[in-house]
Every structure is written in structure tokens, then in C-alpha cells.
């Protein structure tokens, strides 16, 4: 299995995201996570005025907290030595910082938290998550402040009828699907009015070829809230995971902006993974 990596921001949302992530990873048999912090005093992909201020010993202080968050995840392994969690602190932009350690790893994918510690850390951390989802070339797997792991026996894979055949990341949704002996429900929410697209039957017909082989359930339905409506069906079919795409599908930014604006996110406990286009 290759490697995970864990950001945090020494939030109680990041922490209870890389409690997650370690659960996660003894159920996919995943053998290296890396907990990463960045102490970069620029936010990335916001607009609000900062002052780059460094704190004069910030690389100590950092490697100080995240080792105690090391100390506590390898608690929760407990006897289990098959996992090996290493610590990175630099001040490289979050972006920045994590492409450079998936040059030095195989990365599986990257975990963040939804919020930061404070109501202005929330609008940085989330800022910085937008901007991971939109420019991060690895998968991303966003997780609410109050999930708790629990086996994934369901995974919602929420999808737009566009340009399906060149960018449904097939693979990576059948290493998903085997990772966790899951079953895939398949979901297209179209906004509730809307003119009937005429390539929509062809689009539908291929998302059929690429997606038949996992017999999967298909659900069509139409709502004008389309992030709730997604958080929702997961929510009533016990699905254990939202997989979706954020540069193919119009509805993505909605999709996450709804769930920070109105705390969809924050008060669903699915976690939401990002894929790109294949």
C-alpha cells in the first residue's frame, strides 16, 4: 500500500482527521502515513490581508506539537507495528509542501481537516482546502470535524452526466471499492427545473459501460440544493464515503462551498474524497 499523508494544523478538527486516517488506514492495510505540518504564515488561495510573521523558534515548536500527535496515533496501534508514521515540519506553502513529499513517496492519497482552531483559522483552513482540491494532483480525502471511522461498507460516488467517458477515474474508484469491500452507489442530482440536456441519455449510456462492472445502484434525482441532496442520500443509504470530481463537474464548487457555508460538512460524518479526471 502506499503512502498517506496526514496535514494538520494542530486543530481539534485536524486531530480527529488524522485519528481517522489511521483508522482508515489498518482497515486498507496501508503500512506509512506521514503527519505533515506547515508553519508557511501565508495562507494559500485567500484574499484576507496577512502580516508574514514567523515566530522566532516556529520550526522547534511545530516538531514539538507534531510528535505528540505521533505519540498519540502510535497509542491507538497499540501492538500493531506494521504501520509506520514519520513526522515533516517545514514553512512551505501546504500546496508546495505536499508536492514535494509525493516526489520522495508514493503517495495514495492526502487527508485534511474541514476547519481550523479558530473562526479565522476556519476561513484560512478552508481556503487552503478549496485551493489543495482545486490544485492538488493527488487524491484528497476530506474529513468532517466529528467522523468517526466506522467500516465502509457503502460508497456514494456523486457524478455529473459531462465529458463521462474522459473523465470517470475508473481505476482509482475500483481500488476504492476493493480497498474496502465496499459497494458503490452512483448518483446524478440535476438542478430541479432544469431544461433536459440532450447528450444526457448519451452521457448516462456511458457512465453505464464504464461503472456496470462493480454492479452498482444508480440513482437520478432532482433538488435545487445539490450538496445537501448529495450529504443527504449518503446520509440515508449509510454510505461511509462521498467520492466525486472537482475539476469535471459544475456542481463541485457549490458543492463545497454549501458544505462549509451551511456546515453541511460539518454536521454530515462522511468524509468527502476528491478524485481527478483519469
Given amino acids: 500500500m502506499k503512502t498517506i499523508i496526514i496535514t494538520t494544523d494542530f486543530?481539534?478538527?485536524?486531530?480527529?482527521?488524522a485519528r481517522y486516517a489511521v483508522a482508515l488506514a489498518k482497515s486498507i492495510g496501508a503500512h506509512k502515513l506521514v503527519l505533515y505540518h506547515s508553519y508557511d504564515s501565508v495562507p494559500i488561495g485567500t484574499d484576507i490581508p496577512t502580516t508574514e510573521v514567523i515566530p522566532p523558534h516556529a520550526y522547534e515548536q511545530s516538531l514539538t506539537e507534531l510528535k505528540s500527535v505521533q505519540e498519540e496515533l502510535e497509542t491507538m496501534l497499540g501492538n500493531n507495528t506494521d504501520i509506520n508514521i514519520s513526522v515533516v515540519v517545514n514553512d512551505f506553502p501546504l500546496l508546495r509542501g505536499i508536492e514535494l513529499l509525493a516526489e520522495e513517496h508514493d503517495v495514495a492519497f492526502v487527508v485534511a481537516g474541514t476547519t481550523g482552531r479558530s473562526n479565522l483559522e476556519q476561513v484560512l483552513m478552508g481556503s487552503n482546502t478549496v485551493n489543495l482540491?482545486?490544485?492538488?494532483?493527488?487524491?484528497?480525502?476530506?474529513?468532517?470535524?466529528?467522523?468517526?471511522?466506522?467500516?465502509?461498507h457503502k460508497i456514494v460516488f456523486a457524478c455529473?452526466?459531462?465529458?463521462?467517458?474522459?473523465?470517470?477515474?475508473?481505476?482509482?474508484?475500483?481500488q476504492w471499492l476493493n480497498r474496502l469491500s465496499a459497494s458503490l452507489l452512483v448518483l446524478h442530482v440535476d438542478?430541479?427545473?432544469?431544461?433536459?440536456?440532450?447528450?444526457?441519455?448519451?452521457?448516462?449510456?456511458?457512465?453505464?459501460?464504464?461503472l456496470d462492472r462493480?454492479?452498482?445502484e444508480y440513482h437520478y434525482t432532482e433538488s435545487e440544493d445539490i450538496a445537501g441532496e448529495i450529504e443527504g442520500f449518503a446520509r440515508d443509504h449509510s454510505a461511509g464515503l462521498i467520492i466525486t470530481i472537482p475539476k469535471s463537474y459544475s456542481f463541485f464548487e457549490r458543492l463545497f462551498r454549501q458544505s462549509v457555508?451551511?456546515?453541511?460538512?460539518?454536521?454530515?460524518?462522511?468524509?468527502l474524497l476528491l478524485l481527478q479526471e483519469k
Wanted: hydrophobic share 35%.
Fill in 133 to 152: 482540491a482545486s490544485s492538488l494532483k493527488l487524491p484528497l480525502l476530506i474529513v468532517p470535524k466529528d467522523a468517526l471511522f466506522v467500516p465502509i
Fill in 11 to 17: 486543530s481539534k478538527s485536524a486531530l480527529n482527521a
Fill in 214 to 216: 462493480f454492479r452498482p
Fill in 160 to 174: 455529473d452526466l459531462k465529458k463521462v467517458s474522459s473523465s470517470t477515474p475508473v481505476n482509482e474508484i475500483d
Fill in 191 to 210: 438542478i430541479k427545473g432544469k431544461r433536459i440536456d440532450p447528450d444526457g441519455v448519451t452521457e448516462q449510456y456511458e457512465m453505464h459501460r464504464l
Fill in 261 to 271: 457555508s451551511k456546515q453541511l460538512i460539518k454536521k454530515s460524518n462522511v468524509p
